[in-house]
T-cell receptor, first 111, second 117 residues
Framework: RKEVEQDPGPFNVPEGATVAFNCTYS??????FFWYRQDCRKEPKLLMS???SGNEDGRFTAQLNRASQYISLLIRDSKLSDSATYLC????????????FGSGTRLLVRP | GAVVSQHPSRVICKSGTSVKIECRSL??????MFWYRQFPKQSLMLMAT?????????EQGVEKDKFLINHASLTLSTLTVTSAHPEDSSFYIC?????????????FGDGTRLSIL
C-alpha cells in the first residue's frame, strides 16, 4: 500500500464548477499536511497547509480528518487557470521530517 | 521569499555519462536538502535526505553508489547520477529547508529534466 494515495483523475469540469479531491495516508504518525499544485513540467508549488480545524484561502478549502487519515481539497468556482495536478503531501514526524507526496490528481477545467 | 536555484534545467547526454545537478539556496542557509525524482505521470518520489556536513540518508531502493549526494555547505547540495542510462531519464527536483526540525517549510528548485540517449 502506498504511503499517500490519491485518485489520479483526470477530473474534467466546466468553469464555475466545484470540485473536491481526497487523499489518504497510511502513517498515523504523520505530523503536517499540505496541498501542492504542479503545472506540467514544473516544480510543485505550495497551495496551502491543512489544519485539523479546516482552513480556507479564497476559493480553496482544505480539511483534515485524523481519525480516518484523509485530507481533502475543495475548489469552488473553478477557473481555467486552476487546470493542473494537485498533490497532497504528508510530513512525517521522524528525525528527517521528510515530505512524502501522493501521486497527484489531475484537474482539467474546460470553458 | 526563499529561493532555491537548481542547475542545469535541462540535460541531454549519452548513456554512460555522469551528470551533476546543483541545488543552491540563495537567501537562506539550507541545513537539510531533499532530492526527488519524478517519472512521467507519476508522483515525486523522495530519493534521499541530506544534512549539511553529513552523509545522505537514502530511501529504500535508491542506490547510493549510483546517485552520489554531496552537501558540503549550507547553501549547496549536488546530486551526481553516475554512469547514467536511459532508465535514469527523469525529472529531478531538489528541495531545501533551513533548520533540522519540522517547523520550517521546504522550498523547491525548478527541477532538472534529464534525458539519457
Amino acid at each position: 500500500r502506498k504511503e499517500v494515495e490519491q485518485d489520479p483523475g483526470p477530473f474534467n469540469v466546466p468553469e464555475g464548477a466545484t470540485v473536491a479531491f481526497n487523499c489518504t495516508y497510511s502513517n498515523s504518525a504523520s505530523q503536517s499536511f499540505f496541498w501542492y499544485r504542479q503545472d506540467c513540467r514544473k516544480e510543485p508549488k505550495l497551495l496551502m497547509s491543512v489544519y485539523s480545524s479546516g482552513n480556507e484561502d479564497g476559493r480553496f478549502t482544505a480539511q483534515l480528518n485524523r481519525a480516518s487519515q484523509y485530507i481533502s481539497l475543495l475548489i469552488r468556482d473553478s477557473k481555467l487557470s486552476d487546470s493542473a495536478t494537485y498533490l497532497c503531501a504528508v510530513k512525517y514526524m521522524d528525525s528527517s521530517y521528510k515530505l512524502i507526496f501522493g501521486s497527484g490528481t489531475r484537474l482539467l477545467v474546460r470553458p | 521569499g526563499a529561493v532555491v536555484s537548481q542547475h542545469p534545467s535541462r540535460v541531454i547526454c549519452k548513456s554512460g555519462t555522469s551528470v551533476k545537478i546543483e541545488c543552491r539556496s540563495l537567501d537562506f542557509q539550507a541545513t537539510t536538502m531533499f532530492w526527488y525524482r519524478q517519472f512521467p505521470k507519476q508522483s515525486l518520489m523522495l530519493m534521499a535526505t541530506s544534512n549539511e556536513g553529513s552523509k545522505a540518508t537514502y530511501e529504500q531502493g535508491v542506490e547510493k553508489d549510483k546517485f552520489l549526494i554531496n552537501h558540503a555547505s549550507l547553501t549547496l547540495s549536488t546530486l551526481t547520477v553516475t554512469s547514467a542510462h536511459p532508465e535514469d531519464s527523469s525529472f529531478y527536483i531538489c528541495s531545501a529547508r533551513s533548520g533540522s526540525g519540522g517547523g520550517q517549510p521546504q522550498h523547491f528548485g525548478d527541477g532538472t529534466r534529464l534525458s539519457i540517449l
